[in-house]
């Protein structure tokens, strides 16, 4: 049997000291998971239950190690931002998944920005309408270098930055995340049956902001890595 079009590439992300790469399946992303940042954004950041949205998995944007990638502005808006995150790479799937085995799933982390037409997810909620014009345009989660958990462990605490032109816009702690990354796949595996290839953007610190074309912006965690972009 003959595909009637050329097969799409998959998103495949690379992993550190390997030439090994992380097919993606699904991407995963949890909204307004630090508690700074919900308040910047308008929201009570009690601990209700979590709700999440998606991206296409070719939404993302590898951006190797030690490399500065450019980034597109994209189509369609005035007011893009930029959400550095922590990225959860599953390497087993499960439905209702107890939180006390959830990181027993995880393949690895990195670094993930999820770029946002902010005007646009505005206007969305303002009309009770759903996020994907605003959260998956095209290459909207540039992703960097896999660190396998057997290597690095399953970071819980550390500093989550990202700086534009050299100035720090974002700064918090993986520690002020509300909901842990292991509450985070227990909780979607009630929703969906999790699979190896799946992938969560855990959320966001306070401080997110616009870009424009020419800066750079560099996002980084302590124990996970950094990225390099440059919005063209």
Not at 65 to 82: I, L, M
Not at 178 to 193: D, G, K, M, P, R
Request: proline share 9%; glycine share 10%; charged share 20%.
């Amino acid at each position: 049997m003959l595909s009637v079009i050329p097969n799409p590439p998959r998103i495949a992300l690379p992993i550190a000291g390997t030439e090994d790469l992380f097919p993606v399946r699904r991407v995963y992303c949890v909204g307004r998971n630090f508690a700074a940042h919900a308040r910047e954004m308008g929201a009570d950041p009690t601990r209700e239950p979590p709700f999440f949205f998606m991206k296409p998995a070719d939404a993302l944007q590898v951006v190797p190690d030690g490399q500065t990638v450019e980034h597109p502005y994209p189509p369609k808006t005035r007011n893009y931002h930029h959400e550095v995150e922590l990225v959860v790479a599953l390497a087993k799937g499960g439905r209702d998944i107890p939180v006390d085995q959830a990181l027993d799933h995880v393949y690895g982390y990195a670094v993930g920005l999820d770029m946002t037409r902010r005007d646009v997810q505005d206007e969305a909620k303002a009309l009770r309408r759903p996020w994907e014009l605003g959260k998956a345009a095209d290459l909207s989660g540039p992703v960097g270098t896999l660190k396998p958990a057997s290597v690095i462990g399953h970071p819980a605490t550390g500093a989550i930055t990202l700086s534009v032109d050299g100035a720090v816009r974002q700064t918090g702690d993986l520690s002020d995340m509300i909901w842990s990354v292991a509450e985070q796949i227990a909780y979607l595996s009630t929703y969906f049956a999790l699979e190896p290839g799946d992938v969560i953007f855990a959320g966001t610190p306070e401080g997110v902001g616009a870009v424009t074309r020419g800066q750079t912006m560099v996002g980084s965690i302590e124990g996970v890595g950094e990225i390099r972009l440059t919005v063209v």
